[in-house]
């Protein structure tokens, strides 16, 4: 995401919300943060993966986040995200629709 302020959609204490965020060179550490934990958590079997959906929908996966990082050169400030990327029609077929 480029730096500046950005309306999001998102999910606060389960509910879909509109923000303003300001994205500059803290928010990939903010980011990074915001992912460890729930990364912990899934990888002792108490709770989700996080995940990106389809079309914010909160259902299928389509992607799981690894990690965030600002990528700071002069012309091309903006968050980066490493994602480890599905193939959205076998892991619909393979979970019956359901994250995994």
């Not at 500046?4 to 300001?22: D, N, Y």
């Not at 990939?28 to 108490?46: R, S, W």
């Amino acid at each position: 995401m480029p730096p500046g302020r950005h309306r999001i959609r998102a999910r606060q204490g389960g509910k879909p919300v509109s923000l303003e965020v300001e994205v500059g060179a803290d928010s990939a550490k903010v980011l990074q943060d915001a992912l460890t934990a729930p990364q912990a958590k899934a990888e002792a079997g108490e709770g989700d993966r996080p995940y990106f959906d389809l079309n914010h929908e909160d259902r299928e996966a389509a992607g799981w986040p690894l990690a965030f990082r600002w990528a700071g050169r002069p012309q091309k400030n903006r968050e980066r995200v490493r994602v480890e990327p599905l193939d959205i029609r076998w892991e619909l077929q393979r979970c019956g629709g359901r994250r995994t």
